[in-house]
């Protein structure tokens, strides 16, 4: 069995050990294992075993994952989502699909401090969907923008995915969050436009709410100040060169802590259960990377992503082309993977053929707006029939919900995502303008 073959052979063992519902760190550990192990013998895999995890995970830019963890999980105990959604809804609720729309805004604020998908959407959920239903919505618009609205939780900095990609490829996490801004403002109003569309074509889906007065919006938005004086510090200290990500990250949960102490109902036992979760969390995410670093120094020693990009670049296929491929088979793997997941597997073998592509820019700006456009559609994969994650999230907190009903309401927000990637592919400046103007 020549290298090539044995690479896809197990990267088939591996998709049949996700089918088997094998932990996604343990498949890819096990198949990097087995395979290195035959190509280079057991002795390099206890080697590897013996001195990469302790040096890997001592790097100082990891250390910034677990810090927003515990921001995101501090953020939840504060009991904030409530507030966000509650100032939001004063500002929208008026408007036909207002509620709703409130969703998406409270998603986008609550992702700017949380940092992930999966929390996002179950947090604003279980506020939002109850007030919905007492409305009156249709429950698939319902379902559908909560779902939606959650993805905003891996594109708004900070972002989990976003930090490993960049220690991935060797990208500046700085400059990652910078890009990711008008992609993550592009799909808030993107959903709100989609959702102001439907509601106009479906009246009785989404009925407006009771008028505001200016005084009342003001008033509302003092009640959330806390929350955006964490996030300018947090990202406008790493803009202005005050801290670096980790940095900032430490002082975000400082500030957060101080919020959910003196703002929410947090005790001790419950800045203790932060702690714990926050370490499961973070042991988690640092056992698949070592699963995916493994399963990478194999791929990398089989020579596949530097075979693969001389055969792309010998049959002269559109740098475009390949891209589309790559992008639609993110979809596919979203029906079963999550964001993170996707991200590791997929990157160490894509990163390097996008690389040696020409699409007219130079290396650096390539990998941000390649990163950018990958994580969007990962985002995209967390709402996609038949097992879009943030769906089945949101259908757990309503047992009367038709997972029928939910797959149709997330239509127009997937084809309002379908948009949003053509413009980012077609003007990469969308993702790359901010960079250039304060990178």
């Given at each position: 069995?020549?290298?090539?073959?044995l690479?896809?052979?197990?990267?088939?063992?591996?998709?049949v050990l996700?089918?088997?519902?094998?932990?996604?760190a343990?498949?890819m550990?096990?198949?990097?294992a087995?395979?290195?192990g035959?190509?280079?013998?057991?002795?390099?895999?206890?080697n590897?075993m013996?001195?990469?995890?302790?040096?890997?995970?001592?790097?100082?830019?990891?250390?910034?994952?677990?810090?927003?963890l515990?921001m995101g999980?501090l953020?939840?105990?504060?009991?904030i989502?409530?507030?966000?959604?509650?100032?939001?809804?004063?500002?929208?609720?008026?408007?036909?699909?207002?509620?709703a729309?409130?969703?998406i805004?409270?998603?986008a604020?609550?992702?700017?401090?949380?940092?992930?998908?999966?929390?996002?959407a179950?947090?604003m959920?279980?506020?939002?969907?109850?007030?919905?239903?007492?409305?009156?919505?249709?429950?698939?618009?319902?379902?559908?923008a909560?779902a939606?609205g959650?993805?905003?939780?891996?594109?708004?900095?900070?972002?989990?995915v976003?930090i490993?990609?960049?220690?991935?490829?060797?990208q500046?996490?700085?400059?990652?969050?910078?890009a990711?801004f008008?992609?993550?403002f592009?799909?808030?109003?993107g959903?709100?436009l989609?959702?102001?569309?439907y509601v106009?074509?479906?009246?009785?889906?989404?009925?407006?709410?009771?008028?505001t007065?200016w005084?009342?919006?003001?008033?509302?938005?003092g009640?959330?100040w806390?929350?955006?004086?964490i996030?300018?510090?947090?990202?406008?200290?790493i803009?202005a060169?005050?801290?670096?990500?980790?940095?900032?990250?430490?002082?975000?949960v400082i500030?957060?802590?101080?919020l959910?102490f003196?703002?929410?109902k947090?005790?001790?036992?419950?800045?203790r259960?932060?702690?714990?979760k926050?370490?499961?969390?973070?042991?988690?995410?640092f056992?698949?990377?070592l699963?995916a670093?493994?399963?990478?120094?194999?791929?990398?020693l089989?020579?596949?992503?530097?075979?693969?990009?001389?055969?792309?670049?010998?049959?002269?296929?559109?740098p475009?082309?390949?891209?589309?491929?790559?992008?639609?088979?993110?979809?596919?793997l979203?029906?079963?993977m999550?964001?993170?997941a996707?991200?590791?597997?997929?990157i160490?073998?894509y990163?390097p053929?996008?690389?040696?592509?020409?699409?007219?820019?130079?290396?650096e700006?390539?990998?941000?707006?390649?990163?950018?456009?990958?994580l969007?559609?990962?985002?995209v994969?967390l709402?996609?029939?038949?097992?879009?994650?943030?769906?089945?999230?949101?259908?757990?907190?309503?047992k009367?919900?038709?997972?029928?009903?939910?797959?149709?309401?997330?239509?127009?927000?997937l084809?309002s995502?379908?948009?949003r990637?053509?413009?980012?592919?077609?003007?990469?400046?969308?993702?790359?303008w901010?960079?250039?103007?304060?990178?």
């Amino acid at each position: 069995m020549s290298n090539v073959e044995l690479a896809f052979a197990m990267m088939a063992l591996l998709m049949v050990l996700m089918a088997l519902r094998i932990p996604i760190a343990l498949s890819m550990m096990a198949c990097g294992a087995l395979g290195y192990g035959l190509l280079a013998g057991p002795e390099s895999v206890l080697n590897y075993m013996g001195t990469v995890p302790v040096s890997k995970f001592s790097t100082f830019d990891l250390s910034v994952v677990p810090l927003f963890l515990l921001m995101g999980e501090l953020a939840t105990r504060a009991g904030i989502t409530r507030e966000l959604f509650r100032t939001c809804n004063v500002w929208v609720g008026q408007l036909r699909g207002g509620l709703a729309m409130a969703s998406i805004s409270g998603c986008a604020a609550f992702g700017a401090i949380c940092g992930s998908s999966l929390a996002t959407a179950s947090t604003m959920g279980k506020v939002a969907l109850p007030e919905m239903k007492a409305n009156n919505y249709q429950p698939g618009l319902a379902a559908g923008a909560l779902a939606a609205g959650g993805t905003l939780g891996i594109l708004i900095p900070p972002s989990m995915v976003l930090i490993i990609f960049s220690v991935l490829t060797e990208q500046n996490i700085a400059k990652m969050f910078l890009a990711a801004f008008v992609p993550g403002f592009m799909a808030a109003f993107g959903y709100m436009l989609a959702i102001a569309i439907y509601v106009r074509l479906k009246p009785d889906s989404g009925p407006a709410g009771p008028k505001t007065t200016w005084v009342q919006k003001f008033r509302s938005t003092g009640d959330v100040w806390h929350i955006s004086v964490i996030f300018l510090i947090v990202l406008g200290g790493i803009y202005a060169g005050i801290f670096t990500p980790t940095e900032a990250a430490s002082v975000g949960v400082i500030l957060t802590a101080i919020l959910a102490f003196t703002h929410g109902k947090m005790r001790l036992a419950d800045f203790r259960d932060s702690i714990l979760k926050t370490a499961v969390s973070t042991a988690m995410i640092f056992f698949i990377l070592l699963g995916a670093d493994l399963f990478s120094v194999f791929i990398a020693l089989t020579q596949l992503p530097s075979l693969g990009a001389d055969m792309i670049l010998a049959a002269d296929l559109s740098p475009y082309l390949v891209l589309t491929i790559m992008l639609l088979t993110y979809l596919i793997l979203g029906c079963f993977m999550d964001s993170l997941a996707m991200i590791l597997l997929t990157i160490p073998i894509y990163y390097p053929i996008i690389a040696v592509m020409d699409f007219g820019m130079p290396a650096e700006d390539l990998g941000i707006w390649f990163g950018i456009i990958a994580l969007v559609v990962v985002e995209v994969g967390l709402i996609t029939p038949p097992v879009g994650m943030n769906v089945f999230i949101i259908k757990s907190f309503d047992k009367d919900l038709l997972m029928t009903d939910a797959f149709k309401g997330v239509i127009p927000f997937l084809l309002s995502d379908i948009l949003r990637v053509i413009l980012m592919i077609i003007f990469p400046g969308i993702t790359l303008w901010a960079v250039h103007l304060l990178g």
